[in-house]
């Protein structure tokens, strides 16, 4: 006799061992049993930061056949996909907009699975579960809403059948050669225009001038002082932003022990003295960008630290992909392509959702819009026609 397909809401993943979990997970580093772990236990993401675990996890028995990484929230912060207004909205209306639940990788606007299941029945059955729990109404809590962020276009397209609400985005992403990969910076740059070329070549001849020199760190390399120092620089960039970092020291060494294939830091560093970093996660096929600060400023050190060395590591090591982080016009001229990010949004009120809808066509429209104008300015040469593709 088959078991039958059981849901259950869970709050951390100590009951699941990281063997199964991982089975889902794939090589998506930000969907890692450890990757989550460290962000719960380190008190990173937990109920009074604002992000409460609500894990939707799917059994046939004793095995594990989906997951839905999902969370109570409590504000909007560290999102990246920004719906402020519509809480603002709300407010002025004497609704509650929070709390709310959001799918998404905490603090990293990262395309993946969101819908962490083989099949289009499981993946169907994680987010009727999702909408459910947003329907359910009770006396301690009122949920206002569903989203998911940074879906891949597959389930985003399961998850409009399902009744949500498609939002579309912009990023910028560096593709390695199509077919075979570049040989090295100087064959990748061969490929731009002429100004484009040499504004890149002059930003990196500044930094080179200024004495400074850089270090691949992965997790297995990184000492405890690497990481102070980069924390010590991420705290910084924060600062500087008038703004509180999410992130802290225990979370950053605890993922540089337990996924340290998938780390790489950055350090430029003058006479042997580290001056700024970028941390950075990757898999076998796409790097990403994620954080980084400085201790002093240099000219093109912002540009060579978390652009142009990580274009260095993924010619090097043949990764296809670098995804730059969100946002960023200027990424375009550092060879960098526009491309379609997507999330899913269901409101329970009526109205409101009727109302969020209509702007959310109206905004496709004027990205699709933007997209077009982008790939117009391709900072490719013309005839490089496997560069000069629209990114989606």
């Known amino acids: ?28 580093p930000f969907l890692r049993h450890e990757f989550f772990s460290a962000l719960h236990e380190t008190g990173c993401v937990s109920k009074k930061t604002g992000w409460l675990p609500q894990f939707i996890t799917l059994w046939e028995g004793q095995a594990l056949r989906g997951a839905l990484p999902l969370y109570m929230k409590s504000h909007s912060y560290g999102e990246y996909v920004f719906d402020w207004a519509w809480a603002d909205a ?39 579960a999702a909408l ?3 329907k359910d109404r009770n006396a301690e809590t009122v949920i206002s809403s569903f989203h998911c962020l940074f879906p891949r276009e ?20 560096w593709k390695n050669r199509m077919g075979e990969n570049y040989e090295n910076f100087e064959a990748f740059l061969e490929g731009m225009s002429h100004g484009k070329r040499k504004n890149i070549r002059q930003e990196r001849r500044k930094v080179h001038a200024a004495g400074i020199h850089f270090q691949w760190l992965t997790g297995y390399d990184a000492s405890d002082d690497h990481w102070r120092f980069f924390v010590n620089c991420y705290n910084k960039t924060y600062r500087d932003h008038h703004s509180t970092p999410y992130l802290n020291l225990e979370f950053f060494t605890r993922l540089g022990k337990s996924m340290p294939e998938n780390v790489l830091l950055i350090l430029a560093l003058r006479d042997n003295r580290p001056i700024a970093a ?12 994620r ?3 400085a201790m002093e400023f240099v000219p093109g050190l912002h540009f060579e630290t978390c652009y142009y060395q990580a274009i260095e590591f993924c010619i090097a090591r043949g990764i296809a992909l670098f995804e730059g982080g969100a946002q960023g016009e200027h990424k375009l001229a550092r060879g960098f392509l526009p491309v379609r990010t997507w999330s899913t949004h269901w409101l329970a009120h009526p109205e409101f959702a009727a109302a969020i809808g209509n702007y959310l066509k109206h905004e496709a429209q004027d990205i699709s819009h933007y997209l077009d104008e982008l790939n117009e300015s391709s900072p490719f040469r013309k005839e490089k026609g496997s560069n000069t593709k629209p990114g989606g």
């Open 291 to 293: 954080y980084w600060g």
């Open 1 to 28: 006799m088959i078991p039958e397909l059981q849901i259950k809401i869970i709050d951390t993943l100590d009951s699941i061992s990281v063997a199964a979990w991982n089975a889902l997970a794939g090589d998506d």
């Open 154 to 173: 597959h389930e985003a397209r399961e998850m409009e059948e399902a009744g949500m609400t498609l939002r579309h985005g912009i990023q910028f992403h």
């Open 278 to 289: 970028s941390f950075n996660l990757h898999n076998s096929h796409t790097l990403y960008g």
């Open 90 to 128: 709300y407010r002025r209306y004497g609704y509650p907009y929070y709390p709310k639940l959001l799918s998404a990788v905490p603090f990293s606007p990262v395309t993946g699975r969101r819908l962490m299941a083989e099949t289009a029945e499981h993946r169907a059955l994680l987010v009727s």
């Open 132 to 134: 459910k729990m947003t």
